[in-house]
């Protein structure tokens, strides 16, 4: 079974509309991390955000927010305001206390295009 | 500070040949992964160390796969022979157990092409 699922395989906004990449994920572990990459036109990875299980609340970064929901096991991304810049593959990701916390694992990636 | 080295960036080969892929971790790190990227199937997990010892291997496809690690600051990842469909973009991340959280620093990738 895929423990992150990230649906949305490719998604096109234009400029200064908000989108938001879905990201769920499967774990019998109590004790997690969730992870946020992007991955820019340049192919480099470039870490976002981390969140642990016991910590729920939404997280804003300047255009960036996370919305971290255990009930229904999702860790939503939403941009606002979308540049020209934010076009990349993004990648929500888990490790897990049973995996020693190192052994990450990666959804299959939202290309996300932002259209001038 | 430097961040994960890879090298080459990118490689042409063609199908038979030896393949090795290089990796430098940060400094300091005790953890480094070999990643694999393909549209198909994404990003996966082909191998990781902690301390320059093997940890989990289950992700390397088959025996044409090896991977070594002499020591703190170089890995390599080797493909003997090489297949087309072995063609792909090679991730070196390491990460340090300090923070205990699985986040990881990556490297620029190998683009391989094997023909």
């Not at chain 2, 989990?56 to 044409?64: Q, Y």
Request: charged share 20%; net charge negative; aromatic share 12%.
């Amino acid at each position: 079974a895929q423990k992150v699922t990230q649906a949305q395989t490719e998604i096109s906004v234009v400029e200064k509309e908000d989108v938001t990449l879905d990201c769920v994920y499967e774990t019998r572990d109590t004790t997690y991390y969730l992870f946020w990459y992007k991955q820019p036109p340049s192919g480099e990875l470039v870490f976002l955000i981390r969140r642990n299980s016991f910590d729920e609340q939404n997280e804003i970064s300047g255009r960036y927010s996370w919305n971290f929901q255990k009930s229904t096991s999702s860790f939503n991304f939403t941009i606002t305001a979308s540049q020209v810049v934010d076009s990349a593959v993004y990648f929500c990701a888990l490790s897990e206390a049973s995996g020693g916390y190192q052994k990450v694992t990666f959804g299959i990636g939202t290309k996300l295009q932002v259209i001038p | 500070d430097a961040g994960v080295i890879q090298s080459p960036r990118h490689e042409v080969t063609e199908m038979g040949q030896e393949v090795t892929l290089r990796c430098k971790p940060i400094s300091g790190h005790d953890y480094l992964f070999w990643y694999r990227q393909t549209m198909m199937r994404g990003l996966e997990l082909l191998i990781y160390f902690n301390n320059n010892v093997p940890i989990d291997d289950s992700g390397m496809p088959e025996d044409r796969f090896s991977a070594k690690m002499p020591n703190a600051s170089f890995s390599t990842l080797k493909i003997q022979p090489s297949e087309p469909r072995d063609s792909a973009v090679y991730f070196c991340a390491s990460s340090s157990d300090r923070g205990n959280t699985g986040e990881l620093f990556f490297g620029e990738g190998s683009r391989l092409t094997v023909l």
